[in-house]
């Protein structure tokens, strides 16, 4: 199912300020080159996230699910002087093309970056999150919020993208088992008395959980 109409993402893409000339390389190679290429969060909603990331002014973000480096370059953008923003990617060549840009954003000293199964780094982190977004497998969401949510300050915010699943969710009969996770996942987000949310209807959807 198509929820946003081709149309109004270029009109939208139209009237967001546009990429720096890195983001426009991680996009324009993503796009060229990778099989997986509709993962990226691509302009639109990486002006969301960088722009969410500056109203936070985070010290401290956590990033599941790095891909090529795109959308942690959008929220590396919001970090206050001296933060920093955790980033964990399993796949070892989508870390490799990622760190290769974040070397060319001269974001080294902001960016760290872990390779490997995110549900065994993110306990070794021993942080206290301003931001997390989680992007990565999802039939782990739920797994990884609840991994997160403990370490998230009060008054911060969890992102979760994919929350429409390509207007799988939408279905009378869920089918996919990634629809069923993520449906799964939003219905376990909405019971939780610890944050207030919204979901926000941007490309195939955003959960913007505030800790309270």
């Given at each position: 199912m198509e929820?946003?109409?081709h149309t109004v993402e270029a009109y939208a893409k139209r009237f967001s300020s546009p990429l720096d000339a890195?983001?426009?390389q991680v996009e324009d190679f993503t796009l060229q080159n990778h099989p997986h290429a509709h993962m990226l969060s691509g302009h639109v909603q990486g002006k969301v996230l960088e722009m969410i990331s500056s109203m936070i002014a985070p010290q401290r973000i956590l990033e599941i699910g790095t891909f090529t480096g795109f959308s942690a370059l959008c929220l590396a953008?919001?970090?206050q002087a001296g933060g920093q923003l955790h980033t964990i990617e399993l796949r070892e060549e989508d870390a490799a093309t990622a760190r290769k840009y974040f070397s060319q954003a001269n974001v080294n000293d902001k960016v760290i970056l872990h390779i490997g199964d995110a549900r065994q780094i993110i306990p070794t982190l021993h942080e206290a999150w301003d931001l997390v977004f989680i992007d990565a497998d999802k039939v782990s969401?739920?797994?990884y919020y609840e991994?997160?949510?403990p370490a998230v300050k009060k008054g911060g915010f969890i992102l979760?993208?994919?929350v429409l699943f390509h207007g799988e969710v939408l279905q009378t009969?869920?089918?996919g088992k990634n629809a069923k996770a993520i449906q799964a996942f939003n219905e376990h987000?909405?019971?939780?008395?610890r944050v207030e949310k919204v979901l926000l209807t941007v490309r195939d959807g955003l959960l913007l959980i505030k800790k309270i």
């Amino acid at each position: 199912m198509e929820l946003v109409n081709h149309t109004v993402e270029a009109y939208a893409k139209r009237f967001s300020s546009p990429l720096d000339a890195v983001l426009q390389q991680v996009e324009d190679f993503t796009l060229q080159n990778h099989p997986h290429a509709h993962m990226l969060s691509g302009h639109v909603q990486g002006k969301v996230l960088e722009m969410i990331s500056s109203m936070i002014a985070p010290q401290r973000i956590l990033e599941i699910g790095t891909f090529t480096g795109f959308s942690a370059l959008c929220l590396a953008k919001g970090l206050q002087a001296g933060g920093q923003l955790h980033t964990i990617e399993l796949r070892e060549e989508d870390a490799a093309t990622a760190r290769k840009y974040f070397s060319q954003a001269n974001v080294n000293d902001k960016v760290i970056l872990h390779i490997g199964d995110a549900r065994q780094i993110i306990p070794t982190l021993h942080e206290a999150w301003d931001l997390v977004f989680i992007d990565a497998d999802k039939v782990s969401y739920i797994d990884y919020y609840e991994l997160t949510l403990p370490a998230v300050k009060k008054g911060g915010f969890i992102l979760a993208d994919n929350v429409l699943f390509h207007g799988e969710v939408l279905q009378t009969e869920i089918k996919g088992k990634n629809a069923k996770a993520i449906q799964a996942f939003n219905e376990h987000v909405e019971k939780d008395n610890r944050v207030e949310k919204v979901l926000l209807t941007v490309r195939d959807g955003l959960l913007l959980i505030k800790k309270i």
